[in-house]
């Protein structure tokens, strides 16, 4: 019962947003206002037309046009004339649909009637850009995640590039000591992965889940329509030693959970072996997020489905949100991990240069109930030149019609 609550919460909160992009703007004019950033083409020539290196997709801009001779607009607190933009620009901005009034009168009344006088569909989801689509330019990624999550990927040139990231991109925090390097070209890749220990040092306790590895290698292919097929093949080919298996499950370390007969009742998984893996995934914006997907994949005899989505913004707040569940395994207690992101917390150079955040995992406790098996405060790194390249690059959205044949 104390399980369906939880999951019960976790639907409420994770609807609370959708349900808030049906908000509409005002049909009078709004002449003070903050643009919501869900258009990264017009939020970056904002910013190369007022000589802003590196633009950022993300920024926060603010527009003041009350007063006809004295109007402004701000972009992450630094003010400049609304005359220096063009024409057009200037156009752009005044008919932007999606504002957030910051002159809006409030009153009592305004808990009960705010929201449902301004119910709309919004821009909740669009079509992916082109960079989601491919099957040869998929692993690009700006974003260096600390604990799971998407590979941090670097293209080299052209097709070419490489990847790397610690944990499994399914995995919570600090759940397991996998880290991992590949290098990618034509939409195949190859890798290796290896141990790291101090991530799974932090915790003594509820570590009966932990998925532990030595290491191997892989190999993987995308398949060439669209990004929504991936195959891997994974094989360890260090084995644990006698001293590798008492210094993982010995006492103290929590992975081991003993019944009141001293048998064995939970127990962290040494991971041997081979395995065939593959993940379904669609690729989609929603809520203006620079890249996304919903998912559902097989990693090491486990399932998983869930949503990952990067930058998607909301009243002004600019945030990622991912959520895998791994209903069924062969060798560990089914999990939900939940991880949350959230940028624009820090002033000037630092205003969208990183995100922080809880990343948390809900499974069978140690004493057999459900709840929080770990929770850790996750942190991601942007990087900005690299990202600027990213959505000039692949920042064209595409029309639906692209699913018909998209190779």
């Avoid at 998407?150 to 990231?165: A, H, N």
């Avoid at 889940?209 to 669209?226: A, D, E, H, K, R």
């Avoid at 998984?269 to 379904?280: A, D, I, P």
Wanted: with cysteine; aromatic share 14%.
């Amino acid at each position: 019962m104390k399980k369906r609550h939880i999951l019960f919460l976790l639907l409420i909160l994770f609807a609370t947003p959708a349900i808030n992009t049906l908000i509409a703007q005002d049909d009078e004019p709004i002449n003070y206002f903050q643009m919501e950033p869900l258009d990264d083409s017009l939020f970056i020539h904002i910013q190369e037309a007022l000589f802003i290196d590196p633009p950022d997709p993300k920024a926060e801009i603010i527009s003041d046009l009350r007063d006809p001779n004295n109007q402004t607009i701000s972009i992450k607190g630094s003010l400049y004339p609304f005359l220096a933009l063009n024409p057009e620009l200037r156009a752009r901005i005044i008919t932007y649909p999606f504002k957030i009034n910051l002159e809006e009168d409030m009153n009592y009344g305004s808990v009960f009637t705010r929201v449902v006088g301004r119910l709309k569909i919004g821009k909740l989801t669009q079509p992916p850009t082109k960079q989601q689509i491919s099957s040869t330019m998929w692993y690009v990624n700006p974003f260096l995640q600390m604990l799971g999550g998407e590979r941090f990927g670097v293209p080299i040139k052209k097709d070419i590039g490489i990847s790397f990231g610690f944990q499994t991109r399914y995995e919570g925090p600090l759940n397991t000591n996998f880290v991992e390097a590949n290098f990618h070209i034509l939409g195949a890749y190859g890798g290796v992965f290896t141990n790291f220990d101090p991530i799974i040092q932090g915790f003594l306790t509820e570590n009966h889940n932990n998925l532990i590895v030595t290491s191997g290698y892989q190999l993987g292919y995308v398949f060439p329509f669209g990004n929504f097929f991936e195959i891997n093949f994974l094989s360890v080919i260090e084995e644990f030693s006698e001293g590798d298996v008492n210094g993982y499950l010995g006492d103290n370390k929590g992975t081991v959970v003993y019944n009141a007969d001293s048998t064995v009742k939970y127990q962290a998984w040494l991971l041997e072996g081979s395995y065939f893996n593959w993940e379904l995934r669609y690729p989609i914006k929603i809520l203006g997020s620079t890249k996304g997907r919903v998912y559902v994949a097989s990693y090491v005899d486990e399932w998983h489905l869930g949503f990952d989505f990067r930058e998607m913004s909301l009243a002004g707040s600019t945030f990622d949100l991912w959520f895998d569940a791994m209903p069924s395994s062969k060798n560990r207690l089914p999990q939900y991990v939940i991880n949350l992101m959230v940028q624009k917390i820090a002033e000037s150079w630092a205003f969208s240069a990183f995100s922080i955040g809880p990343s948390l995992i809900l499974s069978t406790k140690a004493d057999g109930n459900f709840g929080v098996l770990k929770i850790f405060l996750n942190f991601q790194k942007i990087d900005g030149g690299f990202k600027k390249c990213a959505h000039v690059i692949f920042s064209q959205r595409l029309h639906p019609s692209v699913f018909q044949v998209a190779v």
